[in-house]
Each structure stands twice: as C-alpha cells, then as structure tokens.
C-alpha cells in the first residue's frame, strides 16, 4: 500500500533502466545520501568515526571489489588480505617518496597499482576454476605477506617493519596523520565509498558485467556466444583488486595510521571480507554494503550493550560475542543461503502487495 | 617558598571535597592466543587498583576509575577502546602490545595523553625529546638485548667472537625491535647473529627449529609472546636444545611459557627487570583488602606469578605518577597533561619501594624530561621446573648505554624529523 510502483510511469528509456526505478526507493536513497553527506559531518565525534563509520564505509569498498570478482564473475579468492596489502603500501611508498601530491590522487594510484597486482595473480585463473583458483589466492595472500615483512624497502628500512601514515592534506584539511578533524575523514572516505558504489553499479549492469555474469554463470556457454574469458576473466581480477587497493590504502592510511603487515593483513582479513560479501549477498551491491555492516557494526553493537549496558566483565563479552556472531550468520545462511540483499528484495516483494497478498 | 606554596596548595587540594574520579583505562586481552599471557597482566593491574582504592581510598583522595576495555592484541580492536575510553578523562594508557602503541603514539600525542609502555612498545620513544607523550621505562628491548649479550660475555669470559647466536623471534614489530641492537652489538664483540623469524601467532615453528639443528647455534635470545612462547621452549626441549643456553625476554619469561614442557624445561633462562613471586609485604596487604573481600580481578588464580607482578608494577608506576602530579600541581583531580609532568619527574627509589611493600622488587631509576627510558636494567632469571619458580641468577644488569644512546638518538631524530616535531628540552 505504501510501498508500490503502480502510478509510477517511465516515458524514456534513461527513466526506465535507471538504478531505483521505483519512486519511493529513489527518495531513500537521496535521504539516505543526503544524510549521509549533510548531517552526519557535524554531529559526529571521534569515537563515531574512528571506531564504527571508518570501519564500516572502508570494508564496503572492499566487500564492493570482491564482490566484483566473486560475486559478478564468479571467481573465488582468498587473497583480498594479500591486495589490501599491496593498496596499503603501494599508498605508504607514494606518501612518502611524493610528499606533495595529494592523498586522493595517491589513493587512486594504489588502487591502480594493486589492479596490476591483482592481475598478475588472476592469471592462473584462466586455466583453473574452483576450489583450486582459491588455493592460488591463498598462495598470493600469503606471498605478499610475506614479501611486505621480508623486504625492508617497502616499510622504508624501519627497526620495527611498522609503516606509519605520515601527514598528508587535501585542500588544506589534515585528512592523514594524528591531528585529523573526524568529519573531514570522515567525508573523504565517504567520497570514495559513494564513487565505488556507483562505478561498481554502472559496471556490472553494463556490457562489461553482463560478461562477467555470463561466465560466473557457465563460462563454455559464454565462450560459445562470443564472451572472451581472458578479458572477462582479467578485467574482473583488475577491477576487483583496484577497489580492493582502495580501500587498503584508506585502511592504513586513513582509519590506522599505522599497520604491520602480518596482524593488519592476514589471511583472517580475507576471509573477514569473504563472509562480508557471503552473508551480504553475492553479486549485489547492497549486499556489499550490509555484509560490512553485519561484520564491522556487531561485534561492536554486543560489547556496548554486555559491557557498556550490563556491566558484564570483558572477557565474557568477548567469548560471547564470537558465539552470537558466529551464531547469527549460521541462522541468517540457513534462513536466506543468499544473503542479506535477497532477504530485502523478498521483503520488498512482499511489501508490494502489502496488505492484500495473494 | 615555592615548596611551602605548593604544600599549601596540596593541603588545599586535599581540604576541598573531590567528585572528579581518576580514570585509568585497562586495555587488557583475556582472550585470543596471548590470553594466556594478558590474563595475569591485567588482573595484577586491575588488583593494585583495586588494593590503593580500598587501602587508601584513592590517590590523594580520588578514587580511582579503571575501566577495562578488551583488544584481543588486536590493532583495530585497540583503536576502537582508545576512542571510547578518552573520552572518559583517561589519564594514562598501557595498552601491553606493540602494534597498539605504535598505533597509539600519534593519536595520544594529537589528544594530549600520556602512555606508558612499560618495557615494550617502540623502544626509541625513550627519547623524551621527541617523545613528549610516550614513556618506556624502567628497561627498553634495547636495554634487554644488550644485557643478555652482556650476560653471554660474562659467562665467556668477556669474548664472544666466534659464536654463534640465533634470535627467535615474533615476526612483528615486536620481535623485530632488538635486530638492530644485536646487529652493532654482533659487530662490535664479532658474534655472528642468526636472525630466525616466527610468523604471528607462532604456533607452526617446525621450520625454525629444523634451522637451529641445522646451524647449531651456540646461544639462543627469544623475543616470543604468547602461545608462541610455550611453543617455543617445547620445540628446543624435543631437539634437546641445552637449556641454560636459552634465554628470553622479559615477555618470554612467566610461568605459562616453561610450565607445559614440563621437568625438561629446567634451566631455562629469561630477562626480568623486577621480581617474581608473592614474598612481598604488599601481599599482605592484597591479601587483607583484595583477595580475601573477593573483590580480585578474573579468576584470582594468578597471584605471585611473573605477569601478574608485571601488572602490580605497572599499576604502581601509574599511582606513583600520579601523586607526583597531584605533589606538583597542587590538585587531587589532576588532568592527563599534569599526569604527564609526574610521569616525567617520577623517580623510583629503594626507599619508595619499601615504603610501598615492594621492596627490592624492581631496579631504581629516574625519569626526567630527556630520558623516559628508565636506568636499563635488568636481571637473568632461571627456571626451576622442580620447584616450580624463577629463581634470579644475577643482579641487575645494566646495559650497555652509550651504544643504544647513539641508536635511540639516530631513530627518534629520523622520527622527529618525518613528522615534524620540535625538540623539547633544550
């Protein structure tokens, strides 16, 4: 009754095919965007940003890229650690070797160098599906790994193999470094989270992502009707590491400050960002952005409420955390196995012919 | 005069009814694979807390507030409790992980709150020129290499040359904090140094001990935390490593580490820079106001142990901090900047010791605006595995200061001048 698309007429082709056809679902999203980037810079504080939105909004780009890679073209990968990696510091190498450029631009620049890297190890891809493509994800996760702790030339030769993020600026605001003010790092993140989400969307309903879903779906059949599963295959491997590239460099240079390889980017760190994009919904855009959110806004949901609210000692909270996290995502797969964007397109769905269904 | 005003101001302070609390946040990990060892460090730290409020009703009349926080040793989890602790009035922050204090130095620099880590974290940071904010005594990791080299040379008779001398170590910040000490050090007594990397949390080590067969070092240092520890010491038991011929830090040396080798991990050495066991009269006092209320931290099953001292000691620095600041200020509800200046002018003597029950339990030094380092000593410990204790081998140790005054000046400057700061204290 509320929610529906009856009246809701289309006279061009542009209104037809654009990303919220129904009007009610356009409006949230420009309240939700509006919000986003108007209200929330000025009430939010340190501990809102540092602890909750960072988090959330930089896993989103990751859970985005692959999602791109899994979800869309259906290739598994346990590597997303390893390439986080690589954007983290491919962005501290630029930090420091070009002081002046501006953080954007060096955060691009290690989304694209990371799109190269992804690239590299996608190659294996063409000749093995599976389980046995996840195998050579894992052996790029713990190469790179690896290579970040046993070449000083990457953490600049320090004592401790620790790289730290260095004060950088855009237009004049600290956007990197201890003396950051929490809305501008806040808005930073959030511009790039907002491009991701919208190149990621135009991708994948394009030529170019129908391609992919043509070879997650049976790649022979895609072959036969003219798909060229290198392309399709690599373009997948570049976009996907290219946002996952992003979202490491914002990861160490924006949300930490500083990280050590081994602990920040270990292969818990793909398999964090697999469940994300698993529990959110493969091959949805929103599900990205609601797998993170499960994954990041949980666990520290549970220890404000046991701790902060019932005064529980921490160490129980902790272990019962783990439990009801653990908990509910083995009752959200048994009740959905496709995530949490197909259990809002049924609620839609429903909500449709709410209150007189069939 | 200035004493007599600040006498004055102090019974002022103390006269006027305080509502204010003092915040000490505890980022403790009781779970995860270093739960072993963060359970007893944050119960001897939440346990002299609780001992100073019950005893003394506070620090000069505040009560003190510790709020416990859990990280999991764990650098995210870490940044989240700093974000929701500072904005309690947190005055000091002893986050027992290296990975959180290197993530924390900037921010408590940025925010104005001091951190103490005590015997860890980045051990140039003892440069209180560059680091206003940040304390690492009594002892660096620097200060422990080089004492358990100096121990080595003791037992050689003063020539190492020719030896060889294999580091374990936490492939981390952590463990790869002493390489370079023990690399000059090796040139300067002509060991050769055998750098043997153990991969986070450390329970796989197959390979590294494989390579101590194969090389046959003659001593082994570890720089091991957690499960990795316990690992470690069962791997040089099975390959019939001579125990007296290891040793480890100060993290790498509580009961938990030696005990599940069992009897053949008699003789195993470790650094200390304070003492292990319960024969303290400041149990007596634990035991009055603490333990027998039941109002003891965790489980209460830890008391007397390495880790637990460990955290009794870190406690104590704090208050001990913090009466300074309140004797310096003049105010009981004192701020995390004049929590800085104690911190700064603290000085630990046998005297203060005693007088707090503690006597003989840790090395005396003095803080002041240029050394937040401590004096850098530290004693060999051994491990008794019949009677189950560490028994202390040596006195205290002091290390070799000139060398690592010279590499503590060359990485806080090369600090100093990446980030800008101006030095203090000129």
Redesign the interface.
Known sequence: MLYREAGDFKSSYAEDSQTFPIRLDRRAYVALVAVALVVVPFVV???WV??VLL?LLIYAIAALGLNILTGYCGQVSLGTGGFMAVGAYSCYKLMTAFPDINIAVLVILSGLITAAVGMLFGLPSLRIKGFYLAVATLAAQFFLVWLF?RVPWFYNYS????I?A??RTLMGFRIT???TQAWATYLFTLAFVFASAWICRNLTRGAIGRRWMAIRDMDIAAEIIGVDPLRAKLSAFGVSSFFIGVSGALFFAV??????V???F?IDKSFLVLFMVIIGGLGSILGSFLGAAFMVLLP?LL??LL?GGLGW???L???LE?MIVGGLIVFFLIVEPHGLAQLWRITKEKLRIWPFPH | MKKIIAALAVTVGLATPAFAELTFPSLSYRTGPYAANGIPFADGYADYFTLVNERDGGIGGETINMIECETGYNTEKGVECYESTKGEGALLYQPLSTGITYQLIPRVSADGIPMHTLGYGRTSASNGKVFKWIFNYPATYWDGASVAIKYLLDENGGDLSGKKIGLVYHNSAYGKEPIRTLTELSAKHGFELLELPVDAPGQEQRSTWVQVRQQKPDYILMWGWGVMNQVAVQEAVNIRFPMENFIGIWWSGSENDVKPAGPRADGYKALNFHAAGADFAIYDDLEQYVFSTGKAAGAGDQQGTVLYNRGLYAAMIAVEAAKKAQEIHGTAAITPAQMRDGLEQLEMTDEKMTELGLDGFGPTFAASCENHGGSGKAAINQWNAETGTWEVLTDYIQSDQELIQRLVEEDSLAYAEENDIELRCQ
């Open positions: 504080n340190d501990y540092n602890a988090p702790n004592a401790s193999g620790q730290s260095p004060e470094g201890p003396e949300y930490l400050g500083a990280v050590e081994g602990e920040a270990g520290v220890k404000n701790v000692p921490t160490d909270a902790a272990h783990l």
